[in-house]
């Protein structure tokens, strides 16, 4: 049957790891990533939502792909151009009289999620994982084996392309499509049975270690994370994913407190996941406004209160669009 499961109930952990994850990318945003610790910290940042994504996609309630395809088009494509057409508008307003910041270049290719503005290819990324999502959950429904066999298969074509360093379009596309797929796989199978997470975890330290060698063999630090990043090696994304499965650990223990999500912080928490796409695309307008801000941390304080409150406002004016609150 051509059909995708679907659910809105809610894990109040699994929103805790989301927060976490949004709040490193803006971290990541505003503070200079060039030391080594902070790029130790932030480079977890956008597994953990990518992970977090794949584990929600596995839910309890069917629906046809056709629908699953719309619902997911509105909530990320048209939901950005809405934002986008928003942004340019407010900023030509904020620039009368002066050169216009943006080009139709940079206009362009925001629209069509090649960075333009800047920040915008991880919307792309999460438009890929929900296209796969689908064949994620058929693929691992009709061969179980596949669990375990891929992971193998993609940490020794991730070694292989770390070591002979091929810098191409096509091996980029394949790096960008195929560690953030892997990403969602690993999420989706998690949430399928969770006692798989400390194998995992295990795993990773292996590739870890093999990562390590190779980058020290090449000459290459292999404190340097964000050289990993774009695009994304598989230290990268090992890195990232092990991280992940530590915080999901940590954050899963909450199950043993009952009351935990009737606590006011964590009726919060549920909140600013629900609405964590919007609080994404706001956090971009609020690096733009708060640009003059020279004190980081007050820059910091100010663009999270700024994609609150526009993700708040945001969320409110569309309700009549959009039924449901939207997150990453």
């Given at each position: 049957?051509?059909?995708?499961?679907?659910?809105?109930?809610?894990?109040?952990?699994?929103?805790?790891?989301?927060?976490?994850?949004?709040?490193?990318?803006?971290?990541?945003?505003?503070?200079?990533?060039?030391?080594?610790?902070?790029?130790?910290?932030?480079?977890?940042?956008?597994?953990?939502?990518?992970?977090?994504?794949?584990?929600?996609?596995?839910?309890?309630?069917?629906?046809?792909?056709?629908?699953?395809?719309?619902?997911?088009?509105?909530?990320?494509?048209?939901?950005?151009?809405?934002?986008?057409?928003?942004?340019?508008?407010?900023?030509?307003?904020?620039?009368?009289?002066?050169?216009?910041?943006?080009?139709?270049?940079?206009?362009?290719?925001?629209?069509?999620?090649?960075?333009?503005?800047?920040?915008?290819?991880?919307?792309?990324?999460?438009?890929?994982?929900?296209?796969?999502?689908?064949?994620?959950?058929?693929?691992?429904?009709?061969?179980?084996?596949?669990?375990?066999?891929?992971?193998?298969?993609?940490?020794?074509?991730?070694?292989?392309?770390?070591?002979?360093?091929?810098?191409?379009?096509?091996?980029?596309?394949?790096?960008?499509?195929?560690?953030?797929?892997?990403?969602?796989?690993?999420?989706?199978?998690?949430?399928?049975?969770?006692?798989?997470?400390?194998?995992?975890?295990?795993?990773?330290?292996?590739?870890?270690?093999?990562?390590?060698?190779?980058?020290?063999?090449?000459?290459?630090?292999?404190?340097?994370?964000?050289?990993?990043?774009?695009?994304?090696?598989?230290?990268?994304?090992?890195?990232?994913?092990?991280?992940?499965?530590?915080?999901?650990?940590?954050?899963?223990?909450?199950?043993?407190?009952?009351?935990?999500?009737?606590?006011?912080?964590?009726?919060?928490?549920?909140?600013?996941?629900?609405?964590?796409?919007?609080?994404y695309l706001w956090h971009v307008l609020g690096l733009y406004i708060t640009k003059p801000i020279s004190n980081i941390w007050?820059?910091?304080?100010?663009?999270?209160?700024?994609?609150?409150?526009?993700?708040?406002?945001?969320?409110?004016?569309?309700?009549?669009?959009?039924?449901?609150?939207?997150?990453?």
């Amino acid at each position: 049957m051509n059909t995708i499961k679907d659910s809105s109930k809610r894990i109040v952990w699994i929103d805790y790891l989301r927060c976490t994850g949004l709040l490193l990318v803006i971290a990541s945003h505003v503070f200079s990533s060039s030391m080594p610790v902070l790029q130790m910290l932030f480079g977890c940042n956008v597994p953990i939502m990518v992970v977090v994504s794949g584990y929600c996609s596995y839910s309890s309630s069917d629906c046809s792909y056709f629908v699953y395809y719309k619902k997911r088009a509105k909530q990320l494509i048209i939901h950005s151009w809405l934002f986008f057409v928003f942004f340019f508008l407010l900023v030509g307003a904020l620039n009368l009289g002066k050169t216009y910041p943006y080009s139709s270049i940079q206009i362009v290719k925001t629209f069509l999620f090649l960075d333009g503005i800047g920040y915008t290819w991880i919307i792309a990324i999460f438009i890929l994982i929900a296209f796969v999502t689908p064949f994620i959950r058929g693929i691992v429904n009709k061969f179980n084996w596949i669990i375990w066999v891929w992971p193998v298969i993609y940490w020794i074509l991730g070694l292989l392309l770390l070591f002979f360093q091929y810098d191409n379009i096509l091996t980029k596309v394949f790096l960008y499509s195929s560690g953030y797929i892997f990403l969602s796989f690993v999420g989706f199978v998690i949430r399928e049975k969770r006692e798989r997470i400390n194998a995992y975890i295990i795993s990773c330290l292996v590739a870890i270690v093999c990562c390590i060698g190779v980058l020290l063999f090449t000459g290459r630090s292999p404190f340097d994370l964000s050289g990993n990043k774009y695009p994304p090696t598989v230290y990268y994304i090992t890195y990232g994913l092990m991280i992940t499965l530590i915080f999901m650990l940590a954050f899963s223990k909450m199950e043993n407190f009952p009351n935990a999500g009737n606590l006011l912080i964590s009726k919060c928490i549920v909140y600013i996941s629900k609405v964590s796409f919007d609080v994404y695309l706001w956090h971009v307008l609020g690096l733009y406004i708060t640009k003059p801000i020279s004190n980081i941390w007050i820059r910091f304080v100010s663009v999270i209160v700024f994609s609150l409150s526009g993700a708040w406002l945001f969320n409110t004016i569309k309700s009549k669009l959009f039924s449901k609150e939207i997150s990453l």
